[in-house]
């Protein structure tokens, strides 16, 4: 399988939540550092917005170029980059 057709969950180790126009991720698990509180660019909230399980890398990124108005190999490059650091932090996991 390759990247585009991987899926993810969010994790439950993760909150997040809207304030305004930005979108914070807050690690929740026990011993979690309140200091590593992520804010998204927009980009990154519409990502993290489509992450559900069910909606593949690539169907993700198609919908950023569409949303934002960037060629598809911008939005997928941007993806795949946001994508491996959800999964750096454990904010993410692939859905097996």
């Known amino acids: 399988m390759s990247d585009h057709e991987r ?17 914070a991720l807050i690690p929740g698990a026990a011993g ?17 917005a489509q992450i559900d399980g069910e909606t593949t890398v690539g169907e993700i990124a198609a919908g950023i170029a569409d949303t934002f108005g960037i ?10 980059a946001f994508v491996r650091q959800l999964r750096r932090i ?4 692939v859905v097996a």
Request: glycine fraction near 4%; charged fraction near 25%; charge should be negative.
């Open 7 to 23: 899926r993810y969950v969010k994790s439950e180790d993760f909150l997040s939540r809207r304030v305004g126009d930005t979108v």
């Open 32 to 48: 979690s550092d309140l200091s590593d509180i992520y804010t998204l660019t927009p980009v990154g909230a519409a990502v993290w």
């Open 90 to 93: 454990h904010a993410i996991q």
């Open 71 to 80: 060629s598809n190999e911008t939005a997928q490059k941007d993806v795949d």
